[in-house]
């Protein structure tokens, strides 16, 4: 299993910078990608950005050229870089893990295989 806790959010104002941080903890070995969503108040959770394993990255065309996500693997570490922030950014953001790694079908942790892992969120609000 993988714990995920988010923390960097706050208030900001536009055109200003946060950077938020994700830890993960637990068996870590079996996460192939990683990434970071957000949800608006009455708007439905939405991918801002995410990376694999490898080290391929996407964005949501709605933050890029502003966003960046970065990870330290040996420190189990993931990040959200925020730059040029916008008042429509303002959301919950929430890390997420695909606990997905081909290594894992063949140990014990095969039950958890596939399984979506999520943070409780960490709240960004961007003033005008």
């Known amino acids: 299993q993988v714990q995920l806790v988010e923390s960097g959010g706050g208030l900001v104002q536009a055109g200003g910078s946060l950077r938020l941080s994700c830890a993960a903890s637990?068996?870590?070995?079996?996460?192939?990608?990683m990434g970071w969503y957000r949800q608006a108040p009455e708007k439905e959770r939405e991918l801002v950005t995410g990376?694999?394993?490898?080290?391929?990255?996407n964005y949501a065309d709605s933050v890029k050229g502003r966003f960046t996500i970065s990870r330290d693997s040996a420190k189990n570490m993931l990040y959200l870089q925020m730059n040029s922030l916008k008042p429509e950014d303002t959301a919950v953001y929430y890390c997420?893990?695909?606990?997905?790694?081909?290594?894992?079908?063949?140990?014990?942790?095969?039950?958890?295989?596939?399984?979506?892992?999520w943070g409780k969120g960490t709240l960004v609000t961007v003033s005008s």
């Open positions: 997420n893990a695909d606990y997905s790694d081909d290594s894992c079908r063949m140990t014990p942790d095969w039950v958890y295989y596939g399984m979506d892992y």
């Open positions: 637990g068996d870590t070995h079996c996460i192939s990608a």
């Open positions: 990376i694999t394993k490898g080290g391929s990255t």
